[in-house]
């Protein structure tokens, strides 16, 4: 199956995809509100910061300008703050504030204290937003302000109170996907299992309104298609039955002709006539399902018993390999398949080689033959019912189209899969394979 590559880039599953689509949403949603709060939280802070400076500042310089100078030294620390202390001294030379934040602690400073001190504010080189303020007091000293801004502290808390809403969110999200797709599975299980048995078991008509129609529209399609299917079976039952009379009473004419080539003619086409009658009767009960219930069997004695009854009859089939373990399948359905191989490859091949093998998981047989092979557009056109290819497989053998159309449908029927593919020694190879479903246990 080929996808676009985009649909290549996703998962596969809906309940997947509208995970990721809201999960995704919800943490984009989560980051983008980390962010707004801290960003609020830092400009709060920084205004807080700024507003407590310009007066914690001023006051605190008023102090140590009225203190003689030999007491001012052991104010400093009392005076010092978690983000800025007080120093005696010019300071470090530095540059001109060029961040927004060292610009408003530089005009913060000269408003606080530069009504009544000569005071500049330079950037400390080295440091982001570092600045000092060298303010002179009335007796001509100098005194620094060293403002060194500090980290905005985020709360242990406010990561994992994100952290358990994204959770609970996610959670609830995870809930509702399940709940909107689970339905959709349950559909999708319901339409896998509408095979050519038609028994499908009908979906629960319980949940929103939107599911309750579905699966009352999807339980009525059922019934309905296995109306028309057990309809089809009627109609061609009841031509079959109808025809046999008519086709009798010509055979009987027949045989009442001096001709002897045109009561062999007449003869022939009747025997047509009825074959292709019951072939599809046949095929029309096949489209409606197998009702045979699978049993637990032993296919290589099944499959040995069929080679030994063409090899009494004198035909060249084969017997290769061995399961050498229990299969649980529809053994008539099974013969049926397996004889309409066997029966193709005698009539177009001239033979029939059979080989079994247990391949990992799975029953794998393989009917072959020495024929001309089919070409490699038309392959699986053959399985298509009445569909005859030219040449060698041609109307004179007598075959009416629907032996591999009736064998694809029964091998539907018992979960296998039927293929054909051309040897490249020469002749046709049909494996039929045995899923997994069908499988089972060892024999023993």
Request: charged share 20%.
């Amino acid at each position: 199956m080929t996808t676009t590559p985009t649909g290549a880039r996703w998962p596969r599953t809906m309940f997947t995809r509208l995970s990721l689509v809201f999960l995704g949403g919800l943490l984009l949603a989560h980051g983008l509100t980390y962010v707004l709060i801290v960003r609020e939280r830092g400009a709060a802070t920084t205004d807080m910061m700024l507003g407590y400076l310009e007066k914690d500042v001023a006051s605190s310089v008023a102090l140590l300008d009225r203190l003689p100078a030999a007491e001012r030294p052991t104010w400093l620390p009392r005076l010092a703050r978690r983000t800025y202390q007080f120093e005696l001294g010019q300071g470090l030379a530095g540059g001109v504030p060029d961040t927004e934040l060292s610009r408003r602690i530089a005009a913060a400073f000269v408003d606080a204290i530069g009504q009544h001190y000569s005071v500049t504010a330079s950037k400390v080189p080295g440091s982001r937003d570092r600045v000092q303020a060298h303010v002179t007091l009335h007796d001509g000293s100098a005194l620094t302000i060293d403002m060194i801004p500090a980290p905005l502290p985020i709360p242990a808390w406010l990561p994992l109170l994100l952290l358990a809403q994204l959770l609970l969110i996610a959670a609830a999200v995870w809930l509702g996907v399940r709940l909107v797709t689970q339905p959709l599975e349950k559909l999708a299980a319901a339409a896998d299992t509408l095979g050519p048995d038609l028994k499908a078991v009908a979906l629960p008509e319980t949940g929103p309104s939107e599911v309750i129609r579905a699966a009352r529209a999807f339980n009525a399609m059922q019934t309905r298609i296995a109306q028309y299917m057990a309809e089809r079976v009627q109609i061609l039952a009841a031509i079959s039955h109808d025809l046999q009379t008519p086709i009798t009473r010509m055979r009987v004419r027949a045989d009442l002709l001096d001709d002897t080539d045109l009561r062999d003619k007449l003869n022939k086409d009747l025997t047509e006539m009825q074959s292709l009658v019951k072939e599809g009767v046949t095929y029309a009960r096949t489209l409606q399902g197998v009702n045979e219930p699978p049993v637990r069997i032993d296919p290589d004695a099944l499959l040995s018993s069929m080679v030994y009854d063409y090899q009494d009859a004198g035909q060249p089939v084969t017997l290769a390999g061995h399961v050498g373990a229990k299969v649980i399948t529809r053994p008539q359905a099974l013969k049926r398949v397996l004889g309409n191989l066997i029966d193709n490859a005698l009539k177009y091949g001239g033979n029939a080689d059979v080989t079994v093998a247990l391949d990992g998981a799975d029953v794998l047989v393989s009917v072959c033959d020495n024929g001309p092979g089919i070409p490699a557009d038309q392959l699986e056109a053959v399985f298509q019912p009445f569909f005859r290819l030219e040449g060698s497989r041609n109307r004179e053998t007598g075959g009416t189209g629907l032996g591999l159309a009736i064998a694809r449908q029964l091998s539907q029927a018992m979960n296998a899969v039927l293929t054909l593919q051309n040897r490249p020694e020469g002749g046709v190879e049909a494996r039929l394979r045995f899923t997994a479903d069908n499988h089972s246990c060892p024999s023993g």
